[in-house]
């Protein structure tokens, strides 16, 4: 069985399906960010296709191709061992050092990184946000959110959730980092940020990860995009752009919400007295901060 030697300090986040853990390490005078992939037990066979958004091991095969994602735009760390066992994968990269780059530089670099030349490799995702929102119909669409002041607003949105994702899929296409999170860029390096966790890298709407990154970033949703737009160039359809942003930011913060409410619904007592929850507001919050890009699309 495997095990993290006991001289690795263990970090947080390490999220995923497939992730059983990050540490950092020292080794030939270096500190390593180690990160450990279990495969999959076959329970869920998303986690075995190569274009699904869950494909555990798409971070072993950027860490063996990281040309595929360098730049422009966005940049991975550098990686060293790939070893792979019987149980799973671990991937050592460098610890990166540095300051991590502001939103704006963000957006830009996002922008750059969606409209270069390129060839997609068959283990990139290919409907990432399709994926996300079919899990979220396995579980009932957003039954939660049902019963709140919400209702009538939600369910217009997840009715009309394959229309939004078709307009969307007729823009024009690029590559997406999958998780455009402040925390997955961690440093610069000239006009590049340096990203780390391509758990979901792969192809899609142009605009798309500016919009999971408006979620989370302190910049408002009009100036990341303008910033986008620029670092795109002259030549993107702005329009198509424009919404393929506001469907990946309004059908993901309406499916966080709806997962945060759901996790503290089962306990005692009104809903409505939990939207305070500490579990929940920030995600009602965000939710509260989209709306003037809900607004378009109802």
Request: proline fraction near 8%.
């Amino acid at each position: 069985m495997w095990e993290p030697d006991p001289s690795w300090r263990r970090l947080p986040g390490a999220g995923g399906p497939s992730s059983a853990g990050l540490w950092l390490a020292e080794a030939d005078g270096r500190t390593w960010v180690v990160k450990r992939l279990e495969a999959p037990d076959g329970d869920n066979p998303a986690l075995l296709d190569p274009t699904h958004a869950g494909y555990w091991r798409r971070e072993v095969e950027v860490a063996r191709d990281p040309a595929t994602v360098h730049g422009p735009g966005l940049v991975p760390p550098e990686f060293g061992a790939v070893v792979e066992d019987e149980e799973g994968v671990t991937v050592w990269s460098v610890e990166v050092d540095g300051d991590a780059p502001p939103g704006l530089f963000v957006a830009r670099a996002l922008g750059r990184f969606a409209t270069a030349e390129y060839d997609a490799p068959p283990w990139a995702s290919r409907r990432l946000l399709h994926d996300r929102l079919a899990m979220a119909e396995r579980r009932g669409g957003w039954p939660t959110l049902a019963r709140t002041t919400l209702a009538d607003v939600t369910d217009l949105l997840w009715r009309r959730r394959e229309h939004w994702l078709s307009r969307c899929a007729e823009g024009p296409q690029g590559r997406v980092h999958g998780d455009a999170v402040p925390r997955n860029f961690v440093a610069t390096s000239g006009e590049d940020a340096v990203t780390v966790d391509w758990q979901c890298f792969g192809t899609g709407p142009v605009g798309a990860d500016l919009g999971y990154f408006a979620l989370s970033s302190r910049e408002e949703f009009d100036v990341l995009l303008e910033t986008f737009l620029d670092g795109a160039g002259p030549d993107v359809d702005a329009d198509a752009v424009t919404l393929a942003a506001r469907v990946s930011a309004v059908y993901s913060v309406v499916s966080r919400a709806e997962w945060a409410l759901a996790q503290v619904a089962r306990g005692e007592g009104a809903l409505a007295g939990k939207y305070r929850h500490p579990a929940v507001a920030p995600h009602l919050r965000a939710l509260e901060r989209q709306f003037p890009q809900i607004e378009p699309l109802l």
